[in-house]
């Protein structure tokens, strides 16, 4: 079992930009493909992007490609997401997730069986 705890939430003027971090439990890190999703009230959960469990293949929603870029760091227990050229679109809590099996697309909820608790992103002038 893994715990993610996600940090580097805030408030950003459009065009700015942030990083978020998602820091694990464990020493197996490196065993887990992880994820970023984000949601807004009323809204369901979307993917963002993800990483494989080596980091040698990256995944994009259409939103964010361009914008974000989806890192990790193995030793440090860290997977990372920075986000540039914000949008106010891009409002939302921001979750990462983490799965250890080898099936399910990248791009769906119900692959990933752990979850952070989220970090608040907002972007207003």
């Known amino acids: 079992q893994v715990q993610l705890v996600e940090s580097g939430g805030g408030l950003v003027q459009p065009g700015g930009s942030l990083r978020l971090s998602c820091a694990a439990s464990?020493?197996?890190?490196?065993?887990?493909?992880m994820g970023w999703f984000r949601q807004t009230p009323g809204k369901e959960r979307e993917f963002v992007a993800a990483?494989?469990?080596?980091?040698?293949?990256?995944y994009y929603a259409d939103s964010a490609k361009g914008r974000f870029t989806i890192s990790r760091d193995n030793a440090k227990n860290t997977v990372y997401l920075q986000m540039n050229s914000l949008k106010p679109e891009d409002t939302a809590v921001y979750y990462c997730?983490?799965?250890?099996?080898?099936?399910?697309?990248?791009?769906?909820?119900?692959?990933?069986?752990?979850w952070g608790q989220g970090t608040q992103v907002t972007v207003s002038s």
């Open positions: 997730a983490a799965d250890r099996g080898y099936s399910g697309s990248y791009y769906y909820t119900g692959k990933y069986d752990y």
């Open positions: 464990g020493r197996t890190f490196g065993t887990y493909d």
């Open positions: 990483i494989s469990r080596s980091g040698g293949s990256t």
